[in-house]
């Protein structure tokens, strides 16, 4: 199960990660994290048994935490399976099937790379 | 050898007896039945191929206003048409972006909004003639109101288009999509085994007045295309169609980040099996059609060619590069050249859809040279400084301040014993490193990661390195990457003073 945080600049610095992975002792795998100055965004995986427990951890911190279920949203309309997305994604959450791409949205980390290089603008992250 | 007649298979149009298969099942037909089966049992092979066809365009009719005006310039939705066509005809580009919302909307969107049934609107500067007063001009058409939109396009169709991937230490963002750094991806166009030209290489059949599936309508080929290049097997075709039979599942705008809009076009094209020689082109395998592989990276028109690949190769989804499986996808959507090779299989047994004799075979000899270029533009030998002090990486940092304080450069390239460039030092590295108070070797302090340029690169690419990396200044490196001179952004301003502007 993926989780994305939002980590306000005010305890950015705080150990926050490690602090909840003692606390849940659940295994926790970053996949992607970008923090700055202003705020921070990371997204994780836990196993499903975890996940309220660990979104649970991470809220009484004061960190925003949204269940990405749906991280990329391919709209069919648009698509014409042409496979720009297929190479460029770095998890491989996009595949061929009969010449149709299809879209394993649980392998996604929300790098947006995908957006940027569908010649259709057909693929939106859904909290962006 | 078996031999037909085009009327034959018309006939069998007409009579509801034709036999179509796509070009995908053509190989195995033959595997099976031999040639000369083929011809007996296969009246038509039918081709298709959807992809990004930057050259493509629309000429619009807009009927006369009142007062008539002569168009000099003209916009729809803000996307510039070329008005120097007559009164009210315009001439619309696929990839021309439009003025507001830059390469997100282009001349793409406007042929695929006219295509689905919206409404544009039209703005026009009048020249102010005798004959024609009016001098400005706004409204708003649909595709009914003109009197005629007829898509003509110069280069569509390749037979066959190179494969594309990225040596360089950045993402690059081109028409062959985003190319990852440092070998990250390879992307490919074209429909390979379903590829119009790749079936009729020799232009057995296809040529002037061929009828083809073109975004839904029929089609014709008004001859080759521009670029055309038969010699080495990169054919292209010049096409036209009326705008107003199209079907916006076979006509899509598109926009390459960074790079900007296209339009995915879907043509099919039906070949006749006439004879043997026909029935063994269009037998053509996706291993039988080799294209390069190149290196983006280098940005220049003699782009490196990295190895050999099939479109099998390419469709496989990795190619191995200096012993890395790279993954592999396509730009163009083989999908839907699928789709297209079956829909006109179907309507040309419904006796939707007859054969034309072309009145006149494609060219065999093309030209795809290199452009002429009469005005020299510098190379970085031209300009740069070759007046540089180099440093080693054992010396101190109040040492290389020095050094800095006396030269004329903000930066130090660093070498190794035999010369070679290994980093560069700047003088906000020896601030820093002084401010810090941990003033030791340049070696902890130095960038390792230094981009650099050659003598022969022209101006433009080394202006758009440093543009790219925010950097100010880069060592010029030989062959060997000896250091043999310095170009910065002074430089670069300096041939920018000179210049006249007038």
């Known amino acids: 199960m993926k989780l994305m945080l939002h980590v306000d600049p005010g305890i950015v610095r705080q150990p926050l990660i490690a602090s909840v992975i003692l606390e849940t002792s659940a295994l926790v795998n970053i996949e992607r994290a970008s923090i700055d100055a202003v705020s921070g965004e990371i997204v994780i995986e836990v196993a499903p048994e975890k996940c309220i427990l660990v979104k649970d951890a991470f809220e009484r911190r004061g960190v925003k935490v949204v269940q990405l279920e749906i991280p990329v949203i391919m709209d069919d309309e648009e698509c014409i399976h042409c496979g720009a997305c297929v190479s460029i994604c770095p998890t491989g959450a996009f595949r061929f099937e009969n010449w149709k791409v299809i879209a394993d949205s649980g392998k996604c980390i929300q790098c947006g790379a995908c957006v940027t290089g569908c010649p259709q603008r057909a693929l939106k992250l859904v909290l962006k | ?502």
């Open chain 2, 1 to 502: 050898m078996q031999e037909k007649s085009l009327s034959e298979i018309n006939n069998r149009i007409r009579e509801g007896s034709v036999r179509v298969v796509t070009a995908e099942q053509m190989p195995y037909i033959v595997a099976e039945l031999g040639l000369a089966g083929a011809v007996r049992e296969v009246d038509v092979v039918t081709t298709g191929t959807f992809g990004a066809m930057c050259s493509s365009g629309v000429f619009l009719n807009l009927g006369h206003s009142d007062p008539p005006i002569k168009i000099a310039k003209a916009w729809l939705n803000k996307v510039e048409a070329y008005g120097g066509v007559a009164a009210v005809d315009l001439f619309l580009g696929a990839t021309q972006p439009s003025e507001d919302k830059g390469i997100e909307y282009g001349g793409s969107h406007v042929i695929e909004d006219l295509v689905a049934g919206k409404q544009i609107d039209v703005e026009a500067e009048g020249v102010g003639t005798d004959c024609y007063p009016q001098l400005e001009l706004e409204t708003t058409i649909g595709l009914e109101d003109l009197n005629q939109a007829t898509m003509v396009n110069p280069r569509n169709a390749y037979q066959r288009y190179n494969a594309a991937t990225n040596s360089s230490e950045r993402t690059l963002h081109t028409y062959m999509g985003t190319l990852l750094p440092r070998y990250g991806n390879i992307h490919y166009s074209g429909a390979g085994v379903l590829s119009p030209l790749s079936n009729d290489p020799n232009f057995d059949y296809i040529g002037i007045g061929t009828r083809i599936f073109l975004g839904g309508a029929k089609g014709y080929v008004i001859g080759s295309g521009t670029q055309h290049d038969p010699q080495k097997g990169f054919s292209t075709l010049m096409v036209t169609g009326d705008l107003k039979e199209m079907n916006d599942r076979y006509l899509r705008a598109a926009t390459f980040h960074r790079y900007g809009p296209s339009l995915y076009l879907g043509i099919g094209i039906p070949i006749p099996i006439l004879n043997e020689r026909i029935a063994r082109n269009t037998a053509v395998r996706d291993r039988d059609i080799q294209v390069s592989l190149v290196d983006y990276g280098v940005l220049r028109r003699g782009r490196p060619i990295i190895k050999a690949v099939s479109y099998q190769d390419l469709k496989s989804g990795f190619i191995e590069v200096g012993g890395k499986e790279i993954s592999t996808s396509s730009l163009s959507s083989y999908y839907m050249a699928l789709v297209i090779a079956d829909v006109l299989k179907m309507s040309i047994e419904r006796g939707e859809f007859y054969l034309t004799q072309p009145v006149e075979p494609l060219s065999h000899l093309g030209s795809a040279k290199s452009m002429k270029q009469t005005k020299e533009f510098p190379n970085v030998g031209d300009v740069m400084s070759r007046d540089v002090i180099v440093v080693r990486d054992d010396i101190q940092v109040h040492e290389a301040a020095r050094i800095i304080v006396n030269g004329s450069f903000d930066h130090l390239p660093v070498v190794s014993e035999d010369g070679r460039l290994m980093g560069i030092i700047t003088a906000w590295d020896i601030s820093k490193a002084v401010a810090s108070d941990e003033v030791s070797r340049i070696s902890a302090i130095m960038t390792r990661r230094v981009y650099s340029t050659r003598p022969d690169e022209p101006i433009v690419l080394a202006a758009r390195t440093l543009d790219t990396h925010g950097i100010s200044a880069m060592p010029v490196v030989d062959n060997d990457n000896r250091v043999i001179g310095m170009i910065t952004s002074d430089h670069i301003s300096g041939l920018l003073a000179r210049r006249r502007w007038t």
